[in-house]
């Protein structure tokens, strides 16, 4: 398979990994259990769009099941939510979410964007996939409004 489809994919696999991981540590260092089981919800969500995304790569070239952008954007903010969450604030904790799924939403668009030629199903997924990261985003930022 040509390098870049295997990047495109793998990009979106390591955004769902970045967003299991962030939703995983709120889920663990809020008190809300409203906010607990909607975190461990994305959590479950994000781990499925990783799985179904790497079948469609060859296994000698998709990336760990645990690998994050450590260095990057994403993985800062998430860091943002542990602090907001340890702080109990619940319009912080979701304004953090919500750039955290910007940043997912972004990612989509941008695949969907520039979409080369993918495996076959990959971009009827992919499209599915970011409909659910868009109704994902449009709750967190109702509830954030609501805060």
């Not at 390591?14 to 299991?20: E, M, V, Y």
């Not at 903010?77 to 919500?98: F, H, P, Q, Y």
Request: glycine letters at 4%.
């Amino acid at each position: 398979m040509e390098t870049q489809k295997i990047d495109t994919l793998n990009s979106l696999i390591i955004i769902n990994n970045d967003r299991a991981e962030g939703y995983a540590k709120a889920a663990e260092e809020t008190k809300d259990a409203e906010l607990k089981a909607l975190f461990l919800k994305f959590t479950l969500q994000s781990k499925t769009f990783s799985e179904e995304l790497r079948k469609f790569v060859p296994k000698s070239e998709e990336p760990e099941r645990d690998e994050t952008k450590n260095a990057g954007k994403l993985f800062r903010v998430w860091m943002d939510i542990k602090a907001a969450v340890t702080g109990n604030d619940r319009k912080a904790i979701l304004s953090s979410c919500e750039f955290g799924e910007d940043a997912a939403k972004k990612q989509y668009k941008d695949v969907l964007d520039d979409v080369k030629e993918l495996p076959a199903g990959a971009l009827e997924v992919i499209s599915k996939q970011n409909g659910e990261i868009q109704k994902s985003h449009d709750l967190i930022k109702s509830m954030r409004d609501a805060a």
